[in-house]
């Protein structure tokens, strides 16, 4: 049968980095395509209902906000022919270099709001024979910027303590810290807690909790109600309806008894299985985590809550490129030239880049 691969040779990236890969093609039967096609695709887009509101329509039905944003989308012939294409294997190596600065790959639903930032590239043959066509997701992870690490992952305060609100009793001190400024969905984190107390008051309880804050923003406010009614219910609200505020999720709690112990410390596990990531890049959707650390004090005391952020919680790897196989007839391919903006030059073909690419013989210098 006839049969359409694709591979490239990383599963994960980062914007501004350069995409190698092939298309693999075989031809074992007559075909009506002439020709190959690419494109590659990257976008974010949301929506959030809004519910019990006065903006109705008068058909009951509510409003909903949507955003989109279009990072890239790039479709163009690597291959064409005026005649349907031979019997034979073929492979069409090609490059494409990302936008610098894009945000990272996401995925993340609630009950009033879904929220997805999706990469990909596709290959399709040109002509009537249209179920010949592969796709491969492309994970995105954010630059690291340095500035977002400094100080978020730590968290120090010292407060006096007063007995009968003027005399002094002590201090009690809490340092609280994570153990990495990077992690990736499914790591298992640390939360350090160590408390100094100089005073007679008992601790009640440690409390750590996790948030998820997501951020849905620049986006516009339609009706779900018909056509003409929308266009109006549209222009009404575009003038007073604002953005949503903060969806704010807890993830993860954990709670500790207190205790009479002048010096507490804690090392708490926190797993970050099944979560979206972190996002700062992008343009209508963002993703922070907070844990805030609670010391309550067996009086009417307070101390100050304390806050900790995750800089960078990347996306997974790529499972979809992780598990690829390549189809036994793909080294016989025969290489055809690629033209136009994916084509790659002959030496780069001979770099490492595509190295871990099947049927490419890379050039390897003695060290």
């Not at 575009?238 to 993860?252: F, H, I």
């Amino acid at each position: 049968m006839n049969e359409l691969a694709l591979r490239t040779n990383k599963g994960l990236y980062v914007g501004g980095e350069t995409v190698y890969g092939a298309v693999y093609l075989q031809i074992d039967r007559v075909t009506s395509g002439t020709g190959v096609k690419l494109k590659f695709h990257g976008y974010e887009d949301f929506y959030y209902e809004e519910r019990g509101s006065q903006r109705y329509s008068g058909t009951g039905e509510f409003s909903v906000m949507r955003g989109r944003k279009e990072h890239f989308d790039v479709e163009v012939p690597i291959y064409t022919s005026t005649d349907p294409i031979p019997l034979g294997c073929y492979v069409f190596p090609f490059q494409y270099e990302l936008p610098a600065d894009l945000p990272a790959t996401f995925h993340c639903k609630g009950p009033l709001y879904e929220a997805t930032i999706k990469y990909e590239v596709k290959a399709c043959v040109i002509g009537k024979e249209t179920n010949l066509k592969v796709s491969q997701p492309l994970i995105i992870r954010e630059v690291v910027e340095p500035s977002l690490l400094k100080d978020a992952v730590r968290y120090e305060d010292q407060s006096e303590v007063l007995k009968c609100g003027c005399y002094r009793q002590g201090d009690i001190s809490v340092v609280a810290s994570l153990d990495k400024t990077e992690y990736t969905v499914g790591d298992t984190g640390t939360v350090s807690v160590d408390i100094s107390n100089s005073t007679s008051v008992k601790i009640r309880n440690i409390r750590v909790n996790m948030k998820r804050v997501v951020h849905l923003m620049k986006g516009q406010w339609v009706c779900t109600a018909a056509a003409a009614e929308a266009s109006k219910m549209s222009n009404r609200m575009s003038a007073s309806a604002g953005q949503p505020g903060p969806l704010v999720e807890k993830v993860w709690s954990e709670t500790r008894e207190g205790t009479s112990n002048k010096k507490v410390e804690l090392a708490l596990p926190v797993e970050l299985k099944n979560l979206p990531p972190v996002v700062n890049l992008g343009k209508h959707i963002k993703c922070v985590y907070r844990i805030l650390v609670d010391v309550g004090l067996k009086s009417s005391l307070s101390l100050p809550t304390g806050l900790l952020k995750i800089p960078y919680l990347h996306p997974p790897g790529n499972s979809e490129w992780d598990d690829w196989k390549p189809p036994h007839w793909v080294s016989q391919c025969e290489r055809m030239t690629v033209e136009g903006k994916f084509a790659v030059s002959s030496n780069v073909l001979a770099q490492e880049e595509f190295a871990g690419l099947p049927t490419f013989q890379v050039l390897v210098e003695n060290k």
